[in-house]
């Protein structure tokens, strides 16, 4: 069983930062790409940022120069770090990751965290 756990959301003031966390445990082989979406209410899932195990980055567009995602391969983790924060970003926060569980060793599947709320206010 596989699971992800995010940590880091809260509330904060515009202009201020916060650092999502999100921990992969389990039976795990091997992790590939990792990301984080985030989501208002009535509105679609939409990507922040994600990073593959070859460390190739991609944000939104609303995001860049303000969010930095990175991980840490031995930890099975991967942060984003949330600069500059406007109240445009407020959204439940959701961790991703493209996950090999054994017994396979090459066939990825999609594994979701539970959400995490970040509040920006003006």
């Known amino acids: 069983q596989v699971q992800l756990v995010e940590s880091g959301g809260g509330l904060v003031q515009a202009g201020g930062s916060l650092r999502l966390s999100c921990a992969a445990s389990?039976?795990?082989?091997?992790?590939?790409?990792m990301g984080w979406y985030r989501q208002t209410p009535g509105n679609q899932r939409e990507l922040v940022a994600t990073?593959?195990?070859?460390?190739?980055?991609n944000y939104a567009d609303s995001v860049k120069g303000r969010f930095t995602i990175s991980r840490d391969n031995a930890k099975n983790t991967v942060y984003l770090q949330m600069n500059s924060l406007m109240p445009e970003d407020t959204a439940v926060y959701y961790c991703?990751?493209?996950?090999?569980?054994?017994?396979?060793?090459?066939?990825?599947?999609?594994?979701w965290g539970q959400g995490t709320q970040v509040t920006v206010s003006s």
């Open positions: 389990g039976s795990i082989f091997r992790i590939n790409a």
């Open positions: 990073i593959t195990s070859g460390v190739s980055i």
């Open positions: 991703n990751a493209d996950i090999v569980v054994p017994p396979s060793t090459w066939i990825p599947y999609q594994y």
